[in-house]
């Protein structure tokens, strides 16, 4: 079993920052994969931005150049440093876990980030 806790969600002004910090637990050694997913009413969620045990990066498109993931693979943490938040990054963000075939994966339960403009 593998939980993760996710930390760091809250309210801030447009052009603002952001560090989401999300740790796993339980039986952590086969995980390869960790990322953050959103997803903001009405619509589907959304992978923001995922990283490899050996620091790979993936971001959408919406968020490069403003947010960065790294991780901690001693401490089993990750991390979104988000910048210059806008509006429509409005959202509850979701942390993932997988292994690297793919095989299984598991959420944390989300932390809500309001971005007012």
């Known amino acids: 079993q593998v939980q993760l806790v996710e930390s760091g969600g809250g309210l801030v002004q447009a052009g603002g920052s952001l560090r989401l910090a999300c740790a796993a637990s339980g039986t952590i050694f086969n995980i390869n994969t960790m990322g953050w997913y959103r997803q903001a009413p009405g619509k589907q969620r959304e992978l923001v931005a995922e990283v490899t045990r050996r620091a790979s990066t993936n971001y959408a498109d919406s968020v490069k150049g403003r947010f960065t993931i790294s991780r901690d693979n001693a401490l089993n943490t990750v991390y979104l440093q988000m910048n210059s938040l806008k509006p429509e990054d409005t959202a509850v963000y979701y942390c993932?876990?997988?292994?690297?075939?793919?095989?299984?994966?598991?959420w944390g339960q989300g932390t809500q980030v309001t971005v007012s403009s």
């Open positions: 993932n876990a997988r292994n690297a075939r793919g095989d299984w994966a598991y």
